[in-house]
């Protein structure tokens, strides 16, 4: 059997094999895993394929090629100590990410409360007692720089977290 038949053959496990270990490497695609079996297959049969083996031996063959194709090509993570200095500058790992980062869904749902905020009713007075609290104000410094009393805070602060419960998920992180 010359490679053009055995090629045609092969090609749709091929194709499958590619499909099935998709994904295993960074930068490694289906395309990218079939093109390094097609290029190991005529490597290895371009003369024709041995009397003593049959198709899927071959096909195992190749698949076992690219699984060590990709564990060679797979990026390699460096530890890095979070005392240790990254720049000239001393700045360690420690120093640069905060101690308060926040899941992404938090953040998705401080962005959503935040224009809905913006772009609804609310007053300016529970705009501004809102904004001022999100900034990480005490309920005693948002009424001095408003001039209205602190218990007025929490009021404001116990309506915009019961209009804001039908926009988000219940928690009132912003608001703490």
């Known amino acids: ?21 998709n994904g295993h490497g960074l930068f490694i695609d289906e395309d990218d895993l079939y093109q390094e079996m097609c290029i190991y297959l005529l490597d290895h049969y371009k003369s024709g394929m041995p009397g003593d083996v049959n198709e899927s031996y071959i096909a195992k063959g190749c698949e076992f090629h ?3 194709y990709a564990r060679k ?5 460096s530890i890095v100590s979070l005392e240790q200095p990254l ?8 120093d640069i990410i905060a101690d308060t980062a926040k899941p992404a869904d938090e953040l998705l749902d401080k962005e959503i ?6 772009n ?6 529970e705009k501004a007692v809102f904004f001022l609290l999100a900034e990480g104000r ?3 410094e948002v009424g001095e720089r408003l001039h209205i009393s602190h218990v007025m805070v929490l009021k404001y602060k116990k309506k915009l977290i019961r209009d804001m419960h039908g926009v988000t998920k219940p928690n009132n992180f912003l608001l703490m």
């Open 73 to 77: 090509n797979r990026c390699k993570a």
């Open 87 to 94: 720049n000239d500058n001393g700045d360690t790992a420690g």
């Open 138 to 140: 005490t309920a005693r």
């Open 66 to 68: 690219i699984l060590n």
């Open 113 to 118: 409360i935040v224009e809905e905020i913006r």
């Open 1 to 21: 059997m010359n490679f053009d038949e055995l090629y045609k053959k092969i090609s749709p496990k091929l194709k499958r094999i590619a499909r099935k270990h």
């Open 120 to 125: 609804n009713g609310f007053s300016k007075k």
